[in-house]
């Protein structure tokens, strides 16, 4: 499957931190998860339901083409109009997904509305503060991007009862972060007008994903390095996470797993 910055495809080369960023979501958002049916939104090639188990889980993605390999059941279908019957499932999960739609209160109200009374839906999303730049969404393939304040006020417009946690990074794995941040910031530079604004978004996202790709070809040792113990979940200090967690419940319903 070609490479792009729409969705995580790969753990070879320079990709390796991002891949284990997003199997460490799931890692990690197993505790706060009923058990029964969960839906799976957004995702992608599949690469870590199997941490969810013993729970059944359902793979829902708008692309037909990275459901076909998956040894579960799969849908095809936008996160904002989900195609199944209301109260299907015991949760959702959605990580990095969100902020993919221009609409995302969309997408919280259809998870919602799928979930069984008791239900609890986990919503994980890039933190702007962490991997942004002030005032600009650079990333093509988001529309959307979160602050903890804004992600919160986002899902309390769905949901009665919203807890946020963040996943954190090692400091190796924030080490790699940074060095991209500078490496974006030095790029910016050779646009102060920002006139990329300008430019349509398909071929912003050619150029993307071309940038990506020579970017992270090749072995590095530094992110090779990076696996699931470079990641943990906390509740504080949220603005210096990685990922923000919102685990979203209506009113009486049991708080978090968590310990």
């Given at each position: 499957?070609?490479v ?10 320079g ?117 942004g ?52 910031k ?31 070809q ?15 979940l906390?509740?504080q ?6 990922d ?12 978090s797993?968590?310990?």
């Amino acid at each position: 499957m070609r490479v792009t910055g729409e969705r995580v495809t790969t753990s070879a080369g320079g990709f390796n931190p991002t891949w284990q960023r997003h199997v460490a979501a799931y890692a990690l958002c197993t505790s706060l998860l009923p058990e029964g049916r969960v839906l799976d939104v957004g995702c992608g090639i599949g690469h870590s339901y199997e941490l969810l188990a013993p729970r059944e889980t359902v793979g829902l993605d708008i692309d037909p083409a990275v459901l076909s390999n998956q040894n579960r059941e799969t849908s095809v279908g936008d996160m904002r109009s989900l195609p199944f019957a209301d109260a299907s499932f015991s949760a959702v999960l959605s990580v990095q997904a969100i902020e993919h739609v221009p609409d995302p209160e969309r997408a919280l109200e259809e998870a919602r509305r799928v979930l069984e009374p008791g239900g609890v839906a986990v919503f994980v999303t890039p933190n702007r503060l962490t991997f942004g730049l002030p005032g600009e969404v650079v990333d093509p393939y988001h529309y959307v991007e979160f602050a903890p304040g804004e992600l919160r006020a986002l899902c309390e417009r769905t949901f009665e009862h919203v807890e946020l946690w963040g996943i954190f990074g090692s400091d190796r794995y924030r080490h790699l972060v940074a060095a991209e941040r500078v490496r974006l910031k030095r790029l910016m530079r050779w646009d102060p007008l920002r006139l990329r604004r300008a430019v349509p978004r398909p071929l912003r996202k050619l150029l993307y994903d071309w940038g990506l790709r020579r970017q992270r070809q090749g072995e590095d040792l530094r992110a090779a390095s990076i696996d699931l113990s470079d990641f943990e979940l906390r509740g504080q200090r949220l603005e210096q996470c990685l990922d923000l967690v919102a685990v979203c419940r209506d009113a009486g319903l049991t708080e978090s797993r968590i310990s």
